[in-house]
């Protein structure tokens, strides 16, 4: 089971947090690209508004290429299965990588962002597939940690990313289409060790009515003694499901059976892109700068936020099957409230006293600790849990939608927000922190150790009122 996770891991989320990560290191070195390039191919200076419209492309045209793969990833999940599916995305990761390593020799910028693009789609896919593989092959009791190997390797990926950009490695101006094409490697790992393991036990029985297939996988995956007790839950859901077909993002939508859950998944999902982390990330170097730290040794500090998002998401993977998630995520939240408020005061008044810029850094921290300890990491493993075999894909789908464009929006908002409320912007995360963890503790009820029978029951009672 241990070693499934990774094997999904690699070329899953893993994509995702290496790719967001490895941008932000190059950007120097593609701004001098576009301006050699446009001056070659024209024989004139690249307007300085056009360069940063071009850069913003190759940097948010990631977000679309993520839209566009959630909305496919539920798709391929059905007809491929889903270990076919994270098989087939890598084939995309790959021509990713090629179009954006011969980018600068052919001097093409135009393959950058269609390479971007791809890469992007393979995200999407990713962030999407890998969860619902890793909820249906873990047994009950494990589920909460074996799911939070989806924000591990996530987390895992975006601190990779910021190791290899660093200017010792291939951060440097002659490297970065090596670093930008590198994200080939985890796709081939992924083709490498993926095929070992057996496809979703619950797809080969519910999905494709193969119970020998399902009982095999099952044996492979959870051992001979243990593998009855699973079978008996999958058999269980099969006969609720009576033939059901998987339901598509439209009809899932319109399905009043659903409707808390949906509402739920949505409000975490816009909760946790929303939450202010970008914001500590824009923040972060102006803060250590104020603290005396060198220009050139800020990439190195910056290492501290990944590591820190890495560390939380190990610790909540430890104890979210002995917490549970409720308190874990509404904790998270409350906590992230808190240190809201620390830095409103602390980035209000960071000049006063010399001191007050590393009460900002501990803030900084703190904020990132808290959001990897509950939204960063329990939000998917929510989305898993909350929804039975024939709506987890259109699930995942919806909830991959609104992910990646709240994540665009705030792209695109934030600048604006942050100009025009400077520190005080803290003060809108504020409000949506503690009105996510108000809405968790009224509506969500604890999933730790319950069939997704049962916690389908749970809901019922919200979805068609208490008297039915």
Same mark, same amino acid.
């Given at each position: 089971?241990?070693?499934?996770?990774?094997?999904?891991?690699?070329? !899953?989320?893993?994509?995702?947090?290496? @790719?967001?990560?490895?941008?932000?290191?190059?950007?120097?070195?593609?701004?001098?690209?576009?301006?050699?390039?446009?001056?070659?191919?024209?024989?004139?200076?690249?307007?300085?508004?056009?360069?940063?419209?071009?850069?913003?492309?190759?940097?948010?045209?990631?977000?679309?290429?993520?839209?566009?793969?959630?909305?496919?990833?539920?798709?391929?999940?059905?007809?491929?299965?889903?270990?076919?599916?994270?098989?087939?995305?890598?084939? /995309?990761?790959?021509?990713?990588?090629?179009?954006?390593?011969?980018?600068?020799?052919?001097?093409?910028?135009?393959? $950058?962002?269609?390479?971007?693009?791809?890469?992007?789609?393979?995200?999407? +896919?990713?962030?999407?597939?890998?969860?619902?593989?890793?909820?249906?092959?873990?047994?009950?009791?494990?589920?909460?940690?074996?799911?939070?190997?989806?924000?591990?390797?996530?987390?895992?990926?975006?601190?990779?990313?910021?190791?290899?950009?660093?200017?010792?490695?291939?951060?440097?101006? %002659?490297?970065?289409?090596?670093?930008?094409?590198?994200? &080939?490697?985890? %796709?081939?790992?992924?083709?490498?060790? $993926?095929?070992?393991?057996?496809?979703?036990?619950?797809?080969?029985? +519910?999905?494709?009515?193969?119970?020998?297939?399902?009982?095999?996988?099952?044996?492979? $995956?959870?051992?001979?003694?243990?593998?009855?007790?699973?079978?008996?839950?999958?058999?269980?859901? &099969?006969?609720?499901?009576? *033939?059901?077909?998987?339901?598509?993002?439209?009809?899932?939508?319109?399905?009043? =059976?659903?409707?808390?859950?949906?509402?739920?998944?949505?409000?975490?999902?816009? *909760?946790?892109?929303?939450?202010?982390? @970008?914001?500590?990330?824009?923040?972060?170097?102006?803060?250590?700068?104020?603290?005396?730290?060198?220009?050139?040794?800020?990439?190195?500090?910056?290492?501290?936020?990944?590591?820190?998002?890495?560390?939380?998401?190990?610790?909540?993977?430890?104890? /979210?099957?002995?917490?549970?998630?409720? &308190?874990?995520?509404?904790?998270?939240?409350?906590?992230?409230?808190?240190?809201?408020?620390?830095?409103?005061?602390?980035?209000?008044?960071?000049?006063?006293?010399?001191?007050? #810029?590393?009460?900002?850094?501990?803030?900084?921290?703190?904020?990132?600790?808290?959001?990897?300890? *509950?939204? =960063?990491? +329990?939000?998917?493993?929510?989305?898993?849990?909350?929804?039975?075999?024939?709506?987890?894909?259109?699930?995942?789908? /919806?909830?991959?939608?609104?992910?990646?464009?709240?994540?665009?929006?705030?792209?695109?908002?934030?600048?604006?927000?942050?100009? !025009?409320?400077?520190?005080?912007?803290?003060?809108?995360?504020?409000?949506? &922190?503690?009105?996510?963890?108000?809405?968790?503790?009224?509506?969500? #009820?604890?999933?730790?150790?319950?069939?997704?029978?049962?916690?389908?029951?749970?809901?019922?009672?919200?979805?068609? !009122?208490?008297?039915?």
């Amino acid at each position: 089971l241990f070693l499934a996770v990774c094997a999904v891991g690699i070329g !899953g989320t893993f994509q995702y947090g290496y @790719n967001v990560s490895i941008i932000n290191a190059p950007t120097q070195h593609i701004h001098k690209f576009l301006n050699e390039t446009w001056t070659s191919r024209y024989h004139e200076a690249l307007n300085p508004s056009l360069l940063t419209f071009l850069w913003s492309v190759i940097a948010s045209i990631f977000s679309l290429g993520g839209l566009c793969g959630a909305l496919m990833g539920g798709s391929m999940a059905i007809w491929l299965g889903r270990k076919g599916a994270l098989l087939m995305n890598n084939i /995309i990761a790959i021509l990713a990588s090629i179009l954006m390593g011969i980018s600068f020799p052919t001097g093409l910028f135009e393959l $950058l962002i269609a390479g971007r693009f791809l890469i992007g789609i393979n995200s999407g +896919i990713g962030i999407c597939v890998q969860p619902l593989y890793i909820g249906e092959v873990a047994p009950k009791h494990l589920r909460g940690g074996m799911a939070m190997g989806t924000s591990i390797f996530l987390t895992g990926g975006i601190l990779t990313g910021q190791i290899i950009g660093l200017r010792e490695l291939l951060g440097g101006e %002659a490297y970065w289409p090596l670093l930008l094409s590198s994200s &080939c490697l985890p %796709a081939f790992a992924q083709l490498l060790f $993926l095929p070992w393991f057996p496809e979703s036990p619950r797809y080969l029985l +519910i999905d494709r009515g193969d119970e020998l297939s399902c009982a095999k996988a099952l044996r492979r $995956l959870h051992g001979s003694p243990g593998y009855q007790r699973e079978m008996e839950d999958i058999q269980q859901e &099969c006969f609720a499901l009576d *033939g059901e077909k998987p339901k598509k993002p439209w009809q899932l939508l319109s399905d009043r =059976g659903v409707r808390w859950q949906l509402i739920t998944v949505i409000v975490m999902t816009m *909760g946790q892109q929303l939450s202010g982390i @970008n914001a500590i990330y824009f923040y972060a170097t102006y803060i250590f700068e104020q603290a005396g730290i060198s220009t050139e040794k800020i990439p190195y500090v910056t290492l501290g936020t990944g590591a820190c998002e890495c560390l939380t998401a190990l610790t909540c993977g430890l104890l /979210i099957d002995c917490v549970g998630r409720r &308190c874990l995520i509404i904790g998270g939240y409350l906590l992230m409230t808190f240190w809201s408020i620390v830095l409103t005061f602390s980035l209000t008044y960071q000049e006063l006293y010399s001191w007050v #810029p590393y009460l900002s850094m501990a803030a900084i921290f703190a904020f990132i600790l808290s959001f990897g300890l *509950g939204p =960063g990491g +329990i939000t998917n493993t929510l989305t898993a849990e909350l929804f039975i075999q024939s709506s987890r894909p259109a699930a995942y789908m /919806i909830a991959g939608a609104v992910s990646w464009v709240s994540f665009f929006t705030i792209g695109m908002l934030f600048p604006f927000i942050v100009n !025009g409320l400077k520190q005080y912007c803290f003060l809108v995360f504020l409000l949506e &922190c503690s009105s996510v963890a108000a809405f968790i503790f009224l509506v969500i #009820p604890e999933t730790k150790n319950k069939s997704f029978l049962e916690i389908k029951k749970e809901f019922h009672k919200l979805n068609f !009122g208490r008297n039915n």
